[in-house]
């Protein structure tokens, strides 16, 4: 079945195993934010802010920049590579369970004519 | 409700009973064959299930080897079986956990798979660059809970949207 066999892959679910890091993905799809705004949303202090945020960027989740205007300011970014790598591998997952589903609905519907064929041939002889 | 990382279902013109059987003491009948539905890479061993709770599943090899994938947590025959679920790149302390529900619908039955607990891998593994020992620790002992429904419906839907 398949495996979350790359490095890359299981840092991103380890990352997103925290609630407040998710949180932060969240507000970054909608758009690039500032340390300070992330750290208002989840209502944390900077420092705590921070940590995530190294988390995030140390599996390549959010990637941090310094406008051009103004050095002092850092904004971060969602990057949708790991995401889309994980998407890739929970459809991977779905997959197989779809496909083992499916062979599992032949063997128990044919299990299943077979017991009904049998009490129409017997119809006295079992409970 | 329950809200696992991956959640797949099917109607099966079967009554529950009849469903779960086929499920758990017929599994290596129906289980597709081959390295990528089996567990080791070969794709050669029979899966067995064993019934009760603290029963194992099992593959069996010719060499007469066994690969043990999981336990059974919960046992309700008809109703529901619940296993633990380990892959055999899994550090010895590292399991998911597969749940699997048998739900009547008139004479038929919907039966649902639950795969979860994925992000409590790896406790050796490289992913832990970045993370500090005890904050690893923790967040490996954080169970992602109802939060994840929506988590994976944001990944699903816009996971590959560039931000604006």
Redesign the interface.
């Known amino acids: 079945m398949p495996k979350p066999n790359s490095a890359a892959l299981d840092a991103t679910l380890l990352a997103l195993a925290d609630p407040a890091r998710r949180r932060v993905v969240e507000l970054l799809k909608v758009r690039p934010h500032r340390a300070g705004e992330i750290a208002a949303a989840l209502a944390l202090g900077g420092p705590a802010t921070s940590k995530h945020l190294k988390v995030l960027r140390s599996c390549a989740l959010v990637q941090e920049e310094r406008p051009a205007d103004d050095a002092r300011v850092r904004v971060y970014r969602l990057r949708p590579e790991r995401l889309s790598e994980l998407k890739d591998w929970l459809e991977d997952v779905e997959t197989f369970w779809s496909d083992q589903l499916a062979a599992f609905k032949g063997a128990a519907e044919a299990a299943a004519r077979k017991s009904a064929a049998e009490r129409a041939v017997q119809p006295r002889s079992r409970r | 409700m329950n809200a696992g990382?991956?959640t797949?279902?099917?109607e099966?013109?079967?009554?529950p009973h009849?469903?779960f059987?086929?499920?758990t003491a017929?599994i290596d009948?129906?289980?597709?064959r081959g390295p990528?539905?089996r567990?080791r890479a070969r794709g050669n061993g029979r899966l067995e299930l064993e019934p009760g709770v603290t029963g194992r599943l099992f593959e069996r090899y010719d060499d007469g080897s066994v690969f043990e994938i999981g336990r059974v947590l919960k046992w309700e025959p008809g109703e529901r079986v619940v296993m633990s679920w380990r892959?055999p790149?899994f550090a010895a302390a590292e399991a998911t956990e597969v749940e699997v529900r048998f739900e009547p619908v008139g004479e038929a039955?919907r039966?649902s798979?639950e795969?979860r607990g994925?992000?409590?891998?790896?406790g050796d593994?490289?992913?832990?660059?970045?993370?500090s020992g005890r904050?690893?620790e923790m967040?490996?002992a954080?169970l992602?809970g109802e939060?994840l429904a929506a988590?994976?419906s944001?990944?699903?839907h816009?996971?590959?949207?560039?931000?604006?």
């Open positions: 990382v991956v797949v279902s099917i099966v013109a079967a009554d009849t469903a059987r086929v499920f017929d009948t129906w289980w597709l990528k539905h567990f892959l790149n039955t039966v798979v795969h994925w992000h409590a891998l790896r593994h490289p992913a832990r660059h970045g993370l904050e690893f967040s490996k954080r992602w939060n988590f994976r944001w990944i699903h816009d996971a590959a949207r560039p931000n604006p």
